[in-house]
Protein backbone atom coordinates (compact mmCIF):
# COMPACT_ATOMS: atom_id res chain seq x y z
CA UNK A 1 0.00 0.00 0.00
CA UNK A 2 2.91 2.48 0.53
CA UNK A 3 4.06 2.21 -3.21
CA UNK A 4 0.42 3.46 -3.58
CA UNK A 5 0.88 7.13 -5.57
CA UNK A 6 5.05 6.97 -5.78
CA UNK A 7 4.31 9.54 -8.97
CA UNK A 8 6.79 11.92 -11.52
CA UNK A 9 5.21 14.27 -10.80
CA UNK A 10 3.89 17.31 -12.65
CA UNK A 11 1.39 20.09 -13.84
CA UNK A 12 1.41 23.33 -14.56
CA UNK A 13 -0.58 26.28 -14.52
CA UNK A 14 -3.60 28.25 -17.08
CA UNK A 15 -2.80 31.18 -19.07
CA UNK A 16 -6.00 33.05 -17.63
CA UNK A 17 -4.15 33.23 -14.34
CA UNK A 18 -1.03 34.84 -15.97
CA UNK A 19 0.21 38.01 -14.64
CA UNK A 20 0.88 40.65 -16.98
CA UNK A 21 4.67 40.97 -15.84
CA UNK A 22 5.42 37.74 -15.94
CA UNK A 23 5.46 35.00 -18.74
CA UNK A 24 4.61 32.01 -16.22
CA UNK A 25 4.11 29.78 -19.31
CA UNK A 26 7.98 30.59 -19.72
CA UNK A 27 8.79 30.21 -16.41
CA UNK A 28 7.25 26.20 -16.49
CA UNK A 29 9.16 25.46 -19.29
CA UNK A 30 12.28 26.48 -18.11
CA UNK A 31 11.21 24.06 -14.92
CA UNK A 32 10.91 21.04 -17.16
CA UNK A 33 14.02 21.28 -18.79
CA UNK A 34 15.69 21.97 -15.25
CA UNK A 35 13.77 18.41 -14.53
CA UNK A 36 15.37 16.65 -17.97
CA UNK A 37 18.46 18.16 -17.08
CA UNK A 38 18.51 16.61 -13.26
CA UNK A 39 18.50 13.00 -15.17
CA UNK A 40 22.24 13.95 -15.58
CA UNK A 41 23.16 14.22 -12.02
CA UNK A 42 24.86 11.04 -10.02
CA UNK A 43 24.16 11.18 -6.98
CA UNK A 44 21.26 12.74 -4.53
CA UNK A 45 23.35 14.96 -3.05
CA UNK A 46 24.20 16.66 -5.88
CA UNK A 47 20.61 17.08 -6.95
CA UNK A 48 19.64 18.99 -4.29
CA UNK A 49 22.46 20.98 -4.41
CA UNK A 50 20.78 21.93 -7.80
CA UNK A 51 17.64 22.11 -6.94
CA UNK A 52 18.49 24.20 -3.92
CA UNK A 53 20.09 27.16 -6.42
CA UNK A 54 17.33 26.87 -8.36
CA UNK A 55 14.94 27.76 -5.72
CA UNK A 56 16.84 30.04 -4.67
CA UNK A 57 17.30 31.62 -8.46
CA UNK A 58 13.16 31.35 -9.12
CA UNK A 59 12.45 33.25 -5.96
CA UNK A 60 14.48 35.87 -6.72
CA UNK A 61 12.97 39.74 -6.66
CA UNK A 62 13.19 39.21 -10.26
CA UNK A 63 9.86 36.99 -10.40
CA UNK A 64 6.69 38.78 -9.27
CA UNK A 65 4.49 35.68 -8.45
CA UNK A 66 1.18 35.69 -7.72
CA UNK A 67 -0.46 33.69 -4.77
CA UNK A 68 -1.02 30.65 -7.12
CA UNK A 69 2.11 30.48 -9.11
CA UNK A 70 4.01 30.95 -6.04
CA UNK A 71 2.41 27.99 -4.51
CA UNK A 72 2.70 25.78 -8.04
CA UNK A 73 6.30 26.32 -7.89
CA UNK A 74 6.79 25.67 -4.06
CA UNK A 75 4.80 22.23 -5.17
CA UNK A 76 7.24 21.46 -8.00
CA UNK A 77 10.71 22.31 -5.81
CA UNK A 78 9.18 20.15 -3.19
CA UNK A 79 8.45 17.80 -5.33
CA UNK A 80 11.61 17.26 -7.05
CA UNK A 81 13.63 17.30 -3.04
CA UNK A 82 11.38 14.48 -2.52
CA UNK A 83 12.19 12.49 -6.03
CA UNK A 84 15.56 13.72 -5.94
CA UNK A 85 16.13 11.61 -1.99
CA UNK A 86 13.73 8.87 -3.19
CA UNK A 87 16.42 6.51 -2.97
CA UNK A 88 17.76 7.50 0.31
CA UNK A 89 15.83 6.21 3.02
CA UNK A 90 17.62 7.93 5.20
CA UNK A 91 17.25 11.76 4.21
CA UNK A 92 13.90 11.25 2.07
CA UNK A 93 11.35 11.39 5.32
CA UNK A 94 12.93 14.57 5.98
CA UNK A 95 10.71 16.36 3.09
CA UNK A 96 7.94 14.43 4.84
CA UNK A 97 7.43 18.01 6.62
CA UNK A 98 7.54 19.89 3.76
CA UNK A 99 5.10 18.39 1.32
CA UNK A 100 2.37 18.02 4.56
CA UNK A 101 2.99 21.81 4.90
CA UNK A 102 2.33 22.44 0.90
CA UNK A 103 -0.17 20.40 1.21
CA UNK A 104 -2.19 22.71 4.49
CA UNK A 105 -1.12 25.52 2.59
CA UNK A 106 -3.15 24.60 -0.41
CA UNK A 107 -6.17 23.36 1.46
CA UNK A 108 -6.29 27.06 3.10
CA UNK A 109 -6.04 28.68 0.20
CA UNK A 110 -8.54 26.65 -1.87
CA UNK A 111 -10.83 27.35 1.34
CA UNK A 112 -10.23 31.09 0.94
CA UNK A 113 -10.94 31.09 -3.03
CA UNK A 114 -13.83 28.68 -3.04
CA UNK A 115 -15.48 30.34 -5.65
CA UNK A 116 -12.88 30.76 -7.94
CA UNK A 117 -12.16 28.52 -10.29
CA UNK A 118 -8.81 27.07 -10.10
CA UNK A 119 -6.48 26.16 -13.10
CA UNK A 120 -5.76 22.54 -14.17
CA UNK A 121 -2.10 23.08 -13.07
CA UNK A 122 -3.04 23.87 -9.92
CA UNK A 123 -5.39 21.23 -9.36
CA UNK A 124 -2.58 18.76 -10.91
CA UNK A 125 0.32 20.24 -8.80
CA UNK A 126 -2.19 19.94 -5.81
CA UNK A 127 -2.60 15.84 -6.61
CA UNK A 128 1.04 15.51 -7.36
CA UNK A 129 2.49 16.98 -3.67
CA UNK A 130 -0.41 14.98 -1.74
CA UNK A 131 0.74 11.87 -3.60
CA UNK A 132 4.18 12.60 -2.62
CA UNK A 133 3.34 12.95 1.06
CA UNK A 134 0.86 10.02 1.21
CA UNK A 135 4.16 7.74 0.15
CA UNK A 136 5.19 7.62 3.85
CA UNK A 137 1.86 7.03 5.65
CA UNK A 138 -0.84 4.56 5.11
CA UNK A 139 -3.27 6.14 6.92
CA UNK A 140 -2.91 9.21 4.52
CA UNK A 141 -3.20 7.12 1.66
CA UNK A 142 -6.53 5.73 2.88
CA UNK A 143 -7.84 9.10 4.07
CA UNK A 144 -6.38 11.10 0.79
CA UNK A 145 -6.33 8.41 -2.26
CA UNK A 146 -9.31 9.54 -3.42
CA UNK A 147 -9.68 12.89 -2.86
CA UNK A 148 -6.49 12.64 -5.21
CA UNK A 149 -8.40 10.87 -7.89
CA UNK A 150 -10.77 13.79 -7.75
CA UNK A 151 -7.86 16.40 -8.11
CA UNK A 152 -6.41 15.17 -10.98
CA UNK A 153 -10.01 14.40 -12.70
CA UNK A 154 -11.20 18.41 -11.66
CA UNK A 155 -7.41 19.08 -13.87
CA UNK A 156 -8.82 17.12 -16.90
CA UNK A 157 -12.15 18.74 -16.47
CA UNK A 158 -10.28 22.27 -17.23
CA UNK A 159 -8.28 20.31 -20.15
CA UNK A 160 -9.65 16.81 -21.16
CA UNK A 161 -5.94 16.42 -23.44
CA UNK A 162 -3.35 17.63 -20.36
CA UNK A 163 -0.83 14.93 -20.46
CA UNK A 164 0.54 15.15 -17.12
CA UNK A 165 -2.79 15.16 -15.38
CA UNK A 166 -3.68 12.28 -17.91
CA UNK A 167 0.25 10.57 -17.05
CA UNK A 168 -0.59 11.08 -13.37
CA UNK A 169 -4.29 9.77 -13.13
CA UNK A 170 -2.89 6.97 -14.95
CA UNK A 171 -0.29 5.93 -11.73
CA UNK A 172 -3.39 6.47 -9.75
CA UNK A 173 -5.09 3.88 -11.29
CA UNK A 174 -2.25 1.39 -11.99
CA UNK A 175 -1.37 1.63 -7.90
CA UNK A 176 -4.87 1.93 -6.57
CA UNK A 177 -6.41 -1.18 -5.72
CA UNK A 178 -9.26 -3.10 -7.08
CA UNK A 179 -11.42 -2.56 -4.47
CA UNK A 180 -10.88 1.88 -4.24
CA UNK A 181 -11.74 1.66 -8.34
CA UNK A 182 -7.63 0.82 -9.47
CA UNK A 183 -6.90 -1.01 -12.91
CA UNK A 184 -3.99 -1.75 -14.80
CA UNK A 185 -6.26 -1.57 -17.89
CA UNK A 186 -7.42 1.68 -17.50
CA UNK A 187 -4.43 2.79 -16.06
CA UNK A 188 -2.71 1.61 -19.83
CA UNK A 189 -5.31 3.72 -21.47
CA UNK A 190 -4.59 6.23 -19.64
CA UNK A 191 -0.62 6.44 -20.40
CA UNK A 192 -1.43 5.81 -24.33
CA UNK A 193 -3.23 9.14 -24.48
CA UNK A 194 -0.83 11.19 -22.40
CA UNK A 195 2.10 10.16 -24.84
CA UNK A 196 -0.27 10.94 -27.81
CA UNK A 197 -1.25 14.64 -26.51
CA UNK A 198 2.49 15.46 -25.47
CA UNK A 199 3.77 17.85 -27.80
CA UNK A 200 7.10 19.51 -25.57
CA UNK A 201 10.20 18.02 -25.25
CA UNK A 202 9.23 17.53 -21.53
CA UNK A 203 5.92 16.55 -22.19
CA UNK A 204 7.57 13.80 -25.07
CA UNK A 205 10.29 12.59 -21.95
CA UNK A 206 8.31 12.16 -18.88
CA UNK A 207 5.35 10.81 -20.61
CA UNK A 208 7.26 8.59 -22.88
CA UNK A 209 8.90 6.74 -19.89
CA UNK A 210 5.45 6.36 -18.22
CA UNK A 211 3.94 5.11 -21.57
CA UNK A 212 7.11 2.89 -22.68
CA UNK A 213 6.75 0.72 -19.16
CA UNK A 214 3.39 0.34 -19.07
CA UNK A 215 4.10 -1.33 -23.16
CA UNK A 216 6.63 -3.63 -21.49
CA UNK A 217 4.72 -5.25 -18.60
CA UNK A 218 2.21 -5.85 -21.24
CA UNK A 219 4.85 -7.48 -23.68
CA UNK A 220 5.31 -5.30 -26.46
CA UNK A 221 9.08 -4.80 -25.80
CA UNK A 222 9.94 -3.51 -29.58
CA UNK A 223 7.45 -0.93 -28.97
CA UNK A 224 8.26 -0.04 -25.67
CA UNK A 225 11.86 0.26 -26.50
CA UNK A 226 10.93 2.38 -29.61
CA UNK A 227 8.98 4.74 -27.17
CA UNK A 228 11.44 4.88 -24.76
CA UNK A 229 14.14 5.98 -27.47
CA UNK A 230 12.14 8.53 -28.24
CA UNK A 231 11.47 9.96 -25.06
CA UNK A 232 15.67 9.62 -25.02
CA UNK A 233 15.73 11.97 -28.28
CA UNK A 234 14.52 14.78 -25.86
CA UNK A 235 17.72 14.60 -23.28
CA UNK A 236 20.19 12.22 -25.01
CA UNK A 237 22.39 12.87 -22.21
CA UNK A 238 19.74 11.09 -19.19
CA UNK A 239 21.09 8.76 -17.21
CA UNK A 240 17.32 7.90 -15.89
CA UNK A 241 16.38 6.48 -19.23
CA UNK A 242 19.64 4.33 -19.57
CA UNK A 243 18.89 2.80 -15.97
CA UNK A 244 15.59 1.91 -17.42
CA UNK A 245 16.58 0.19 -20.67
CA UNK A 246 19.47 -1.33 -18.09
CA UNK A 247 16.26 -2.71 -16.16
CA UNK A 248 14.30 -3.88 -18.77
CA UNK A 249 17.15 -5.80 -20.17
CA UNK A 250 16.97 -7.65 -16.92
CA UNK A 251 12.97 -8.55 -18.04
CA UNK A 252 11.86 -5.52 -15.25
CA UNK A 253 9.84 -2.66 -15.62
CA UNK A 254 10.86 0.58 -13.42
CA UNK A 255 7.40 -0.33 -11.28
CA UNK A 256 8.15 -3.83 -10.62
CA UNK A 257 11.81 -2.65 -9.53
CA UNK A 258 10.52 -0.30 -7.39
CA UNK A 259 12.15 3.11 -9.31
CA UNK A 260 9.55 5.15 -10.18
CA UNK A 261 9.68 7.67 -7.58
CA UNK A 262 13.50 8.10 -9.15
CA UNK A 263 12.49 8.93 -12.99
CA UNK A 264 13.54 11.96 -13.90
Given at each position: ?5 M ?16 DF ?10 RM ?10 KMT?I ?6 I???E?E ?9 E ?8 N?L ?7 K?I ?14 I ?22 MM ?8 K ?6 E ?19 G?W???A?KI ?10 LF ?12 I?FC ?6 SL??A???E?SR ?5 AK????E ?18 Q ?6 V?
Open positions: MKKIFLLMTGLFSLSCFCESLSRVVGDFMLFKLSEVENSENEENYENNFSSNFDADQKIIMNYIAMEKYAFSDKTKVGQKTLRNQKEKMDAYAEKADEKMSKWFWCSYADTISCSFSVSDVMYGLQVKYYEKSLAADENYCYALMNLQYYWPAGGGKAKANEEKAFTQAKTPDEYGIVYSQFEKKTETVLLKEQWPSKTIGEILSLNEKGLSIYAGKIGQE
